[in-house]
């Protein structure tokens, strides 16, 4: 692989014990195909709002926080470890900076709240200025999981990062969505909104009730990215409203959320209902599962 496809040189300060992680599945991507800022030149078209270049700019929170921390990883582990660090934008100073600060207020992980602070402010800069970003916003992601590899430690230390780098783009995503006064057309949509106003512990909590997950610390506030959390990071069977999944991703799915008993329910998320007790429609909202969810369990329970 060229240098050129991660635009990415960190250094001498990559040293430290990670845990191994298997990277051959990652699919590395220049940092201009197309996930880096959104464009638009007629001047008879108006500019896309902050949030509408946000969820075009990260698609998907999780896969994109994924991404920034395997493509930091490889980075660490392989060219450019004896090469020199030159971050454009989450620099070491700035990280030290932040940490001082959160260590002088007493906050809790200090290291992990400095970079994320900084991230956050990056991150709020660009998409107020519409998404026009140099470097693309796919760089600073990563410059920040760099640094958070640097100063994290543990065996989890990866899941850590992605979880890290996630949590911030949530609030940036919620940031925008609570100053966007664009039209809202589904309903759920509104819901969602409505919850960024809320007082924190008004908000409704969505907690991963899988207890070693760090999220089970956590707790998302929108019903949307846990329902992504348990797809993408625990492999559940969560369809997607109006998509029909291929029999490979089928394929993926973890077994023991499969052959367990229990299946989770769609809507209310939080509901795991047991498949002798109640069947196939869940006790708290009444809502059935999935005919394609409730088929491929059966053909695997049978097999």
């Known amino acids: 692989m060229d240098c050129a496809d991660l635009q990415y040189t960190p250094g001498p300060e990559a040293s430290g014990d990670l845990c191994q992680y298997d990277l051959t599945s990652v699919s590395m991507r220049r940092s201009d195909s197309g996930d ?9 078209i108006s500019p896309p709002s902050p949030l509408q270049v946000f969820n075009m700019t990260v698609s998907d929170i999780f896969e994109t926080a994924n991404y920034a921390t395997l493509a930091a990883k490889f980075a660490l582990d392989n060219q450019y470890r004896g090469e020199t660090f030159m971050p454009s934008v989450i620099t070491s100073e700035s990280v030290r900076e932040a940490i001082q600060r959160a260590t002088s207020r007493q906050r809790e992980y200090p290291e992990r709240v400095g970079v994320q602070d900084v991230l956050t402010k990056q991150l709020h800069h660009v998409f107020s200025r519409h998404g026009v970003s140099f470097p693309p916003v796919s760089v600073i992601l990563q410059e920040a999981a760099h ?3 640097l100063h994290l ?3 989890d230390v990866l899941q850590r990062c992605c979880l890290a780098i996630a ?3 949530e609030a940036v995503q919620a940031k925008l969505e609570q100053a966007s006064s664009r039209a809202f057309s589904r309903a759920a949509d509104l819901k969602r909104h409505r919850q960024t ?3 924190d512990d008004m908000k409704k909590k969505y907690r991963c009730d899988y ?3 760090l999220r089970h610390q956590e707790a998302f506030v929108r019903d949307d990215h846990f329902r992504d959390h348990l797809r993408n990071f625990h492999k559940e069977d969560l369809t997607r409203r109006g998509k029909h999944d291929e029999q490979d991703w089928w ?3 973890a077994k023991s959320a499969v052959t367990s008993g229990w299946w989770r329910c769609n809507k209310c998320l939080l509901t795991r209902v047991k498949i002798k007790q109640h069947g196939w429609v869940c006790p708290t909202c009444s809502t059935h599962c999935e005919t394609q969810r409730r088929q491929f369990r059966q053909s695997t329970m049978s097999a």
């Open 36 to 44: 880096s800022t959104a464009t638009y030149s007629s001047d008879s």
């Open 147 to 149: 640094q958070l590899l």
């Open 153 to 155: 430690k543990g065996f």
């Open 167 to 169: 949590v911030v783009l």
């Open 197 to 199: 106003h809320l007082s």
């Open 211 to 213: 207890k070693k997950c």
């Open 251 to 253: 394929l993926t799915r």
